[in-house]
């Protein structure tokens, strides 16, 4: 017994189900874009308020040094750094580095000695470094007495809120994208409303046979492909009058010959019975002329019938 595998092609998406997922899609990928604007700028915001929050400090601390006033007079502090970890180093004249926190990370590289950004401070070559290192911004200041402080905020603090927006965003656009699916359906099914409509009318038109014109709205592409539906519909109409008139014009125009046709046919029919009534040769004769030419009669009014009922070629535009 053998088995054939039948091959089903894939059912394609109806024309609502194409505008419903293209809405969706469009949709996804704007708030894709705008979702990525929205992360790069938060990211780059919460980048610029530490670089801003490290070079408030490393200047609090360098005013403190100068005038021996306590630094947090001046602006510096960990607390509003919204538990960040800050680090502060200080690298002496004689070139000893101490830090507030155990071990010299991240000021120093994995060799233990200072970056040459940090170096050029130290030596005096230039007055001041801030840049990003090691996941921290790094300030480096020289004060006035040959010193140099450096002040560092990791990155990682905004890891928190980028994630919290992250999340936002995400819940956000997945509603959007599902609105923009339920008003992308809303939108195809009043918008095929008419095309339903006229598949409605074709199939009446196939099921009954009756050429009843569709209702048209608006003045659309839709609505134009309509009133060329129920033009059609009026020429099918027209058509089949003028078939039903044919019908019966014919009817009208061999009635009269094929009953005198029958007549004379009966009445030669009958001279060749027993009780046959007695006829000229010359009159059977032409009788026989008279069945002969009506049926010549009858001939040329179906030829002509024929040609009434073709119907022209249609010229093309």
Known sequence: ???????TRPRALSL??????????????AVAVSALAIYLVAEQSLRSQIIDRVGRNSDALIASAASGV??????????DTEGTAVKVALMTTDGTLVSSSNGTYPFTNSDGGLDDPEKAVTEGRTDRSLREVRGYYISA???????????????SGTSPLLGKLTLALILVGAFLVALAGVAGAAVARTGLRPVRR???GTERVARTGAFEPIDVNGDDELASLANSFNEML???SRSRARQGQLIVDAGAELMEPLTALRTNIDLLMSLDGPNAPVMPDEQQDRLRVEVIEQMDVIIGLVHDLVDHAREPAPTQQ
């Open 1 to 7: 017994m053998r088995y054939s595998r039948a091959h």
């Open 234 to 236: 009026a020429a099918l």
């Open 16 to 29: 609502h189900g194409r505008i419903r997922v293209l809405t969706m899609s469009l949709a996804a990928l």
């Open 70 to 79: 306590p630094a947090d007079l001046f602006g510096f502090g960990i607390e």
């Open 198 to 200: 006229l598949r409605a």
């Open 141 to 155: 200041e020289r004060t006035d007495s040959g010193e140099t402080i450096m002040v560092a905020e990791a990155l």
